[in-house]
């Protein structure tokens, strides 16, 4: 079972930036589509961006226009860019194949937005 490991997470202040990645020892990445997904406490996990295998990418509305999904296939890796952060960003964030989450869910990695 192919279990990602998710890195780059931070204590960050409002308005800054990080780079999440997420990586995975499999041998068939590159036809997948991948999402970043984010799960705050008490709340659900919801997805914020998805990237399909031939570079096409979505973003939950609260994302739009401030994350950036990319993929490297040649490395097994899926980063997300994320620039003018705020505090409702603050959550765990992991990553996974989409729509069939076929992975086990990785440890996740913790960003936390100060106001």
């Known amino acids: 079972q192919v279990q990602p490991v998710e890195s780059g997470g931070g204590l960050v202040q409002a308005g800054g930036s990080l780079r999440l990645s997420c990586a995975a020892s499999?041998?068939?990445?590159?036809?997948?589509?991948m999402g970043w997904f984010r799960q705050a406490p008490g709340q659900q996990r919801e997805l914020v961006a998805r990237?399909?295998?031939?570079?096409?990418?979505n973003y939950a509305d609260s994302v739009k226009g401030r994350f950036t999904i990319s993929r490297d296939n040649a490395k097994n890796t899926v980063y997300l860019q994320m620039n003018s952060l705020k505090p409702e960003d603050t959550a765990v964030y992991y990553c996974?194949?989409?729509?069939?989450?076929?992975?086990?869910w990785g440890q996740g990695t913790q960003v936390t937005v100060s106001s």
């Open positions: 996974n194949v989409f729509p069939s989450l076929r992975w086990s």
């Open positions: 499999t041998s068939i990445f590159s036809p997948y589509s």
């Open positions: 990237v399909t295998s031939d570079g096409n990418t």
